[in-house]
């Protein structure tokens, strides 16, 4: 028995990384996966892996930047598994380790763009199916620096800050319907997006992606059933409980 058997999870920027080890996890526990990314050709290797592990899942290559995307894969979510019970708003860019008073506007308004706005329309298209079923998980992605500014973040921490805003705002929204949504830390892990940021940085001094998922698979399941608009920090909760 899985801890995740017959649930339906959605998993953006599932083709790498921490996502892509969120939807391993998942397929482990007994759910159906759903990943999207914009790459097709990564989220086809991903897809292969997960299925490698016995997991039934499902992909579609998509800029969840733009609305009409969003609705798109929503629809096809909902077309090959008939619902959807857990989000995992996971997709993110780093944008440039630039001062602000170096900090293009039109790198801003790409990173504001993917790492919130995206998952507002995520989120809102995901609720449509999630509200009438009176049941569903929403888990977002955030960042140390989404708790506490630091020099050289610009938008990718403003844009961690405001989806720590949103998981509050939303989770108090759809409580009345058995909807619980929070946010989660994972801390600095193994991927591609950590080495753009620390180049320097030797990777095997990190944490890969599978080492920081159990908070993600606890968040999902029954267990965390009263836990609501609340800040995780994987590497924490990893101390607190294993
Ligand atoms: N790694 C860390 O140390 C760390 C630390 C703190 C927080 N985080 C957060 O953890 C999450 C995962 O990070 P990661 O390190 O695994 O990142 P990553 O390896 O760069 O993966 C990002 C994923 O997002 C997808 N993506 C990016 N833009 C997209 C768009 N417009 N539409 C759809 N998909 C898009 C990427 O695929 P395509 O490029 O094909 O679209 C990829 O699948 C992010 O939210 C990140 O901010 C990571």
Same mark, same amino acid.
């Given at each position: 028995?899985?801890?995740? %058997?017959?649930? +339906? ?8 990384? $921490?996502?892509?080890? $969120? ?64 989000? +995992?708003?996971?997709?993110? $860019? ?20 993917? =790492? ?5 329309? !995520? ?5 449509? !199916?999630? $509200? ?7 888990? =977002?992605?955030?960042?140390? +620096? ?16 405001? +989806? ?35 180049? %320097? ?42």
């Amino acid at each position: 028995m899985g801890r995740l %058997d017959g649930k +339906v999870a959605l998993i953006t920027g599932g083709s790498r990384g $921490i996502g892509k080890a $969120i939807a391993v996890a998942y397929a482990r526990e007994g759910a159906k996966v759903f990943i999207c990314a914009r790459k097709a050709a990564s989220l086809k290797k991903a897809a292969a892996e997960i299925r490698a592990v016995g997991g039934a899942v499902r992909w579609c290559a998509a800029d969840l930047s733009k609305a009409r995307e969003v609705k798109r894969v929503v629809r096809q979510v909902v077309h090959d598994y008939g619902t959807i019970h857990i989000l +995992v708003n996971n997709a993110s $860019i780093l944008g440039p380790r630039e001062p602000i008073t170096r900090y293009p506007l039109s790198a801003w308004a790409e990173v504001l763009k993917v =790492n919130l706005t995206a998952l507002f329309l !995520v989120t809102r298209e995901v609720l449509g !199916v999630m $509200i009438p079923q009176r049941d569903g998980v929403i888990v =977002n992605l955030s960042s140390g +620096v989404g708790r506490i500014g630091k020099a050289r973040w610009g938008a990718y921490a403003a844009a961690k800050f405001g +989806v720590e805003g949103l998981t509050q705002v939303v989770a108090d929204e759809v409580k009345e319907w058995n909807i619980r949504v929070n946010a989660v830390n994972p801390g600095g892990a193994r991927t591609a997006m950590r080495a753009q940021a620390y180049p %320097d940085e030797e990777p095997l001094t990190l944490p890969t992606p599978e080492e920081v998922t159990p908070v993600f698979v606890y968040l999902a399941g029954d267990e965390s059933r009263e836990i609501t608009g609340r800040s995780f920090d994987a590497r924490d909760w990893l101390k607190k409980f294993n």
